[in-house]
C-alpha cells in the first residue's frame, strides 16, 4: 500500500525563532493544541503527554523522535483512549519543518503519518484532516501576535 500521509503548510510573518518558541512552549501550546499542554523534556527518546490543562486527562501520547531548534521538531502520537492496541506500530509520526523565508517571515511544513501503516488508519486519516487545519492556524495567529508584540 502507497503511503498516506498529510502534508500541508502555511506562511508566518514571523520569524523562525518565535515560531519555534510557540512550538515548543506550553504557555502557547495549550492554546492550538486542543487545550492540551505538552509535559516532555523536548529531548529525543522523552515521552510526550499531552493532557488536558483544564481535566488533567491523558488525550495523546507519545515521544520526541528529533528535535533540531529552531528548524525541525518530530515526535510520534498515539491516542491512549482508542480501542487500538497499544503498540510502537501504531504510532503516527508528527513532523514540523520550520524554513526561514526572510528575516521576519518563516514557512511551517507539517507531515503526520504513515497512516497506511497502522491499525484503522484510513478512519485515523480523514479523522486528523481538519485538526491539522486547526492546529496551523492557531500557530500561525500567536506566532504573528508575538512577533508584533516584539
Known amino acids: 500500500m502507497p503511503e498516506l500521509l498529510i502534508r500541508k503548510s502555511i506562511e508566518i510573518d514571523a520569524p ?5 518558541k510557540i512550538l515548543t512552549d506550553s504557555k502557547f501550546i495549550v492554546q ?12 529525543p527518546g522523552s515521552s510526550l503527554l499531552w493532557k488536558g490543562a483544564a481535566d488533567g486527562k491523558l488525550y495523546v501520547k507519545g ?15 498515539f491516542d491512549p483512549n482508542s480501542t487500538i492496541k497499544d ?10 519543518d520550520l524554513k526561514k523565508r526572510n ?24 479523522h486528523s ?3 491539522d487545519d486547526s492546529v ?10 508575538e512577533s508584533r508584540a516584539k
Open 16 to 20: 523562525v525563532e518565535t515560531l519555534w
Open 32 to 43: 492550538y493544541m486542543f487545550g492540551c499542554n505538552a509535559e516532555t523534556d523536548w529531548k
Open 63 to 77: 515521544f520526541v523522535v528529533s528535535i533540531e531548534p529552531p528548524s525541525r521538531l518530530a515526535y510520534t502520537i
Open 87 to 96: 503498540i510502537p506500530s501504531n504510532y503516527l509520526t508528527m513532523t514540523y
Open 103 to 126: 528575516d521576519r517571515a518563516s514557512v511551517l511544513e507539517i507531515t503526520q503519518g504513515d497512516f497506511a501503516t497502522v491499525e484503522d488508519g484510513e478512519r485515523r486519516y480523514k
Open 129 to 131: 484532516l481538519d485538526g
Open 136 to 145: 496551523l492556524n492557531g500557530i500561525k495567529k500567536l506566532a504573528e501576535a
